[in-house]
């Protein structure tokens, strides 16, 4: 009787292949979906805007037929659609348009303001990564196998409560302490370097206090797996066992959140620039709204909106390249 062979090709298993192609392409694909959803969404919000523009530019004082002439002269009275493929064909030449109150290019205004947010809220995500994984790792370290209850419940309550202070009101309160009681640091502008920490813890705490949460809580579900176990039991030095051995494990979920939180700061810094009257873009589109400028509104929503999408896709890359197995996961969700 002869014995049954198997499949050569059931016996070898087929080589998977790299998972970069599929998952560059899926994310082409929604990157491209993204923008066309910003473009009609930046276009359509400013319409839900109350007021009239050209009301406001003409000014209090001014009759029907200036307002009238402003109203043609900007557009505005031509039907939405037309108003929307003259949008959208200045977009594809590279064209946000022209500011209502100033007669400058939007492009200009954004170039000019840009730096300023971008360096508050790339200086508050380092800080962040900097102050909560070596305190979210050391109180995990600290309170292995529950013991220092106190100190977790400590940390639990405090990074609790700070986290959920909002950022207009962390912002007053570090005005009223640093500023006004102790002057030890300007309340607004950025004519001084010093003028720049106030506005970086603001927005900094927060997302200290969330990333220490989920590293402390990483942690604490690293040290507990068989091979920390046996690295413990071969007496590695701390800094070899917990940077070599912990903290590459920590990474996927913590770089994950800080490029939500990055993407998030640069939302939340509208109000804390309003706040310290810090030349970003924030300062640039509150003060747009007032003036009922809607190409500069149009133009800096889209702008971080573009941004916090690339900074997503980043993302995505860095944590495929530190643990590859997270592309087929990403790239079977394309």
């Not at 994310?27 to 910003?38: E, K, Q, S, Y």
């Not at 064209?95 to 170039?111: K, R």
């Not at 990564?129 to 419940?153: E, F, N, Q």
């Not at 402390?216 to 007496?235: C, D, K």
């Amino acid at each position: 009787m002869e014995t049954p062979t198997a499949s050569p090709k059931a016996a070898t298993p087929k080589p998977a292949g790299s998972p970069w192609p599929r998952f560059l392409l899926g994310r082409l694909v929604g990157l491209a979906g993204v923008l066309v959803t910003l473009v009609v969404g930046t276009f359509l919000i400013v319409q839900l805007i109350p007021g009239d523009p050209a009301q406001v530019m003409a000014g209090p004082d001014a009759g029907p037929a200036r307002i009238e002439q402003i109203r043609h002269a900007q557009g505005l009275d031509q039907p939405l659609l037309t108003q929307f493929l003259h949008y959208a064909s200045g977009l594809l030449h590279g064209d946000l348009g022209t500011s209502f109150s100033s007669g400058l290019p939007v492009s200009g205004l954004i170039t000019d303001r840009l730096p300023f947010t971008a360096e508050i809220a790339l200086l508050a995500v380092v800080i962040a990564l900097a102050v909560s994984i070596p305190l979210g790792m050391a109180v995990a370290v600290a309170c292995r196998g529950d013991r220092r209850r106190t100190l977790d419940t400590a940390f639990t309550s405090v990074t609790s409560i700070l986290g959920s202070v909002p950022e207009f009101v962390l912002a007053t309160l570090l005005i009223m302490l640093f500023a006004i009681k102790l002057k030890m640091l300007p309340p607004s502008g950025a004519a001084t370097l010093d003028a720049m920490i106030l506005p970086v813890l603001a927005l900094t705490i927060a997302p200290i206090c969330t990333l220490a949460r989920v590293v402390r809580r990483e942690t604490a579900t690293v040290l507990a797996m068989e091979y920390m176990r046996t690295a413990r039991g071969r007496r590695l030095s701390a800094l070899r066992l917990y940077a070599r051995h912990a903290l590459p494990n920590l990474m996927t979920s913590t770089l994950t959140l800080g490029g939500l939180i990055l993407t998030g700061l640069l939302g939340g810094a509208v109000i804390v620039e309003f706040v310290f009257a810090w030349p970003g873009l924030g300062t640039g589109v509150l003060d747009a709204l007032v003036k009922r400028d809607y190409p500069v509104i149009q133009g800096v929503v889209l702008v971080l909106g573009v941004l916090a999408t690339l900074l997503n896709l980043l993302v995505d890359v860095v944590l495929g390249l530190l643990d590859p197995r997270s592309l087929r996961g990403k790239a079977g969700d394309a």
